[in-house]
Structure formats: C-alpha cells, structure tokens
C-alpha cells in the first residue's frame, strides 16, 4: 500500500511521500524504509527522529520539523493496528475440522469453523460461524461458543469447577452439573481454562478478550468486552460486569463483583464478597483498594524508616533528660 491510501483508509492527513509504497510494519528500531512504525508516547517521539521507517504513524501535533513522510492520527497504536490488517493480513484458518480431532456426539459446528490438530470436543457442543480452535483445545461436554471466537492452544472449557463439601472427615466433590456459555467475538488465550458452573451457567460476554493462562471459576457470569491479563485467576461466583480491565495476576476470592468500567491493576487481591466500584475507578494492591489510597499507604511505607529513626532520636532525648533530672 502507498502511504496515501493508508491516510485515505484511516481517513487520516499525510505530510510527504504519498506515493511510498509500504509492505509491512516494524518497531521505531527495525523499521525499514519499506516500513510503517507508529510513535505512540515520549520515549518513541526521541526514537521516532532517528528511525529509518517509511511512514510514520504520529499524533496530531507531531512536530514535524525534521521533513518525515507522517500520517497524522488521533490514537497511533490503535492506527498501527489497523494497517497491519491491511499490509500483514493474518493467515486464514483453514474451514473444516482437522482429522486428529476428536468430535462428540450431537455437536453442532459451523461449516466454516475451524477445528485444529488435537482438538478434543465433548458431546452436545456448539460452536458458532467463523470461529477458530487451534492445535490442542480441549471442549468439554455441554459447552456452547458463539460465532468467531478465537481459542488458543491448550485452553480447556468445560473441566470441572472446585467444588467440595467437607463431610465425615473428608473431602467430598460437590457435583459439577453446569454449562459454559461463551458469547460472540470472544478471544481465550493459550491455556486459559474455563470451569462449568456447579449449577446453572458459567457465562463470557461478547467481545471479552482473555490473556493466556487465565483462569475463570465455576459460576463466574463475565459482562461484554471485559479485558483480562495473564495468569489472572477468578473463584467461583464472581461477577465482572460489562468494559472492565483487570490486569495481570489478579486474585480475586469468591463471589467478588467488579462493577461495570471498573480497572484493577496488576498483582492486585480481591477479597470473597467484595463489591469494587465501577465508572472508570481504578483499584490497585492487597486487599484491593482504589488508586488514591493505595498510593497513600505506600508513600507512608515508605517513610517508616525516617519515622523510625526520629523515634529513636526522641527516645535517646528523652533518656537524656530523663538522666538530667535525676542528677
């Protein structure tokens, strides 16, 4: 594509070579001059002057000085992406199922569906138009998926939730009856596992997007186009409502509520039964708490060794005086 067709289809300004013909994109520092590269903060605007890319994805008020072949945007990374989908086209999963795959009875898949190597799926599944399940994916029983969700390798739906009830000096199973429902557009990363609710649903919202090695408990009801980062995990019960991010390693107990718009930031703890407020309020630290506060405490940690010393100081004053006194 030539620089100026990217601009058209961004629907975006160019300044410079609008007959550059650009075949691929590359970072700030291995772009070439064949090369789009976006400039998304100020350790990039520094990068950005000594790139040899092509094209240059900008903000709005790059300064331009320097003469650079630049299509100006309002969010160059999410620009970025979109040119990748033109330049870089992904590799088209192939319609069908793979002939090492093992499929249950009475599953209903999409002709255009794509059932990779190993795939292993239980009975009475559903598998919606579009979607793609790479190498590896294991589908229990019971178990529905909407149309173009995208399933990486080694991730299991369906496994069994953890559920127990301690009777007579043991551990009992508490028996996991329940569905998995997974709505449409849905991305699960590689080795995320899903668990069936115990009764009942566990649910995934349209449009979720979930890193690798999440995990999600049994009766877990996740809202639309909730984001979530690796190795976070879910107890049963919890309820993320609709636009919420929650970040990478991420505990949360059981029958917590994330509120809708609600972020969590990375290593956070949520503790079972708490409410998090949602509209953009960011929580952060163990127990979970909101960004402000969180903050707060850590700079008064932080002074604990000034504070220790001045109380030291005082006691030795005081002794002092205290000797003084007595003489």
């Known amino acids: 594509m030539t620089v100026r067709e990217i601009a058209e289809r961004l629907g975006a300004t160019y300044e410079g070579d609008g007959e550059r013909r650009l075949t691929g994109v590359a970072t700030l520092e291995a772009a070439g001059a064949e090369h789009v590269a976006f400039v998304n903060n100020r350790r990039a605007l520094k990068e950005a002057h000594a790139s040899a890319a092509g094209c240059l994805l900008v903000c709005t008020d790059f300064d331009n000085a320097g003469g650079r072949t630049i299509v100006r945007v309002k969010d160059p990374r999410a620009a970025c992406a979109a040119v990748i989908g033109w330049v870089q086209p992904p590799r088209a999963a192939p319609a069908g199922i ?20 190993l795939c292993s799926i239980g009975d009475n599944v559903s598998i919606g138009a579009g979607s793609v399940l790479h190498a590896n994916v294991t589908i229990y029983h019971d178990v529905e998926i909407g149309a173009r969700a995208v399933i990486h390798s080694g991730a299991v739906l369906g496994a069994d939730g953890f559920g127990m009830v301690f009777q007579n000096g043991r551990y009992e199973k508490f028996p996991q009856v329940g569905r998995v429902v997974v709505g449409e557009d849905v991305e699960i990363g590689a080795n995320t596992t899903i668990d069936r609710a115990a009764l009942g649903v566990t649910s995934i919202g349209d449009g979720c997007k979930f890193d690798n090695m999440v995990h999600i408990g049994h009766n877990c009801r996740i809202g639309k186009h909730v984001v979530i980062a690796a190795q976070t995990g879910l107890a049963g019960g919890t309820v993320i409502e609709d636009y919420a991010v929650i970040g990478g390693q991420v505990g949360m107990g059981d029958n917590v509520t994330v509120k809708g718009g609600a972020i969590v930031g990375s290593g956070a703890g949520i503790l079972s039964n708490k409410v998090l407020r949602g509209g953009g309020e960011v929580y952060w630290g163990t127990p979970a ?39």
């Open 289 to 327: 708490r909101p960004l402000k506060e969180y903050l707060e405490a850590l700079a008064n940690v932080s002074r604990l060794p000034q504070l220790k010393r001045e109380v030291e100081a005082l006691e030795r004053r005081l002794e002092e005086l205290e000797k003084d006194g007595g003489e």
């Open 98 to 117: 793979h002939g090492t795959a093992v499929i249950g009875a009475n599953c209903r898949i999409a002709e255009d569906a794509s059932i990779g190597p």
